[in-house]
């Protein structure tokens, strides 16, 4: 099984998106990505948490505009396999794009 980390980029950070909206649209806002969790199920490694951006090392990678605002781990056979855990995320729902990366293995680990 395959190791991916996903990063949700949106349009405003986490910290804008969380005091922006109102206490029932955070609730609607969870219980989306809960019901999304399970239906991906034992896909779903580490369901992350928002991110705060604090500091960038080195030259910053320009991103259309998105910043990340969260990140999961996710596990599957194949990306095939992941693409189809990833329909109808949330994030997707609200304007955000999700980048995936496969976790490789550290040679000598």
């Given at each position: ?34 019901a ?17 951006a ?56």
């Amino acid at each position: 099984m395959t190791k991916f980390m996903i990063l949700y980029r949106a349009p405003m950070s986490a910290r804008e998106q969380m005091t922006a909206g109102t206490p029932e649209q955070a609730q609607a806002g969870m219980e989306a990505w809960m019901a999304w969790a399970g239906k991906a199920g034992p896909a779903v490694v580490d369901l992350g948490s928002p991110l705060g951006a604090v500091s960038e090392v080195g030259t910053p990678v320009p991103a259309a505009g998105h910043v990340i605002g969260g990140y999961s781990i996710l596990q599957a056979d194949s990306e095939f396999e992941l693409a189809t855990v990833l329909e109808g995320h949330p994030h997707l729902a609200w304007g955000g794009t999700i980048e995936v990366h496969e976790i490789l293995p550290v040679p000598g680990m």
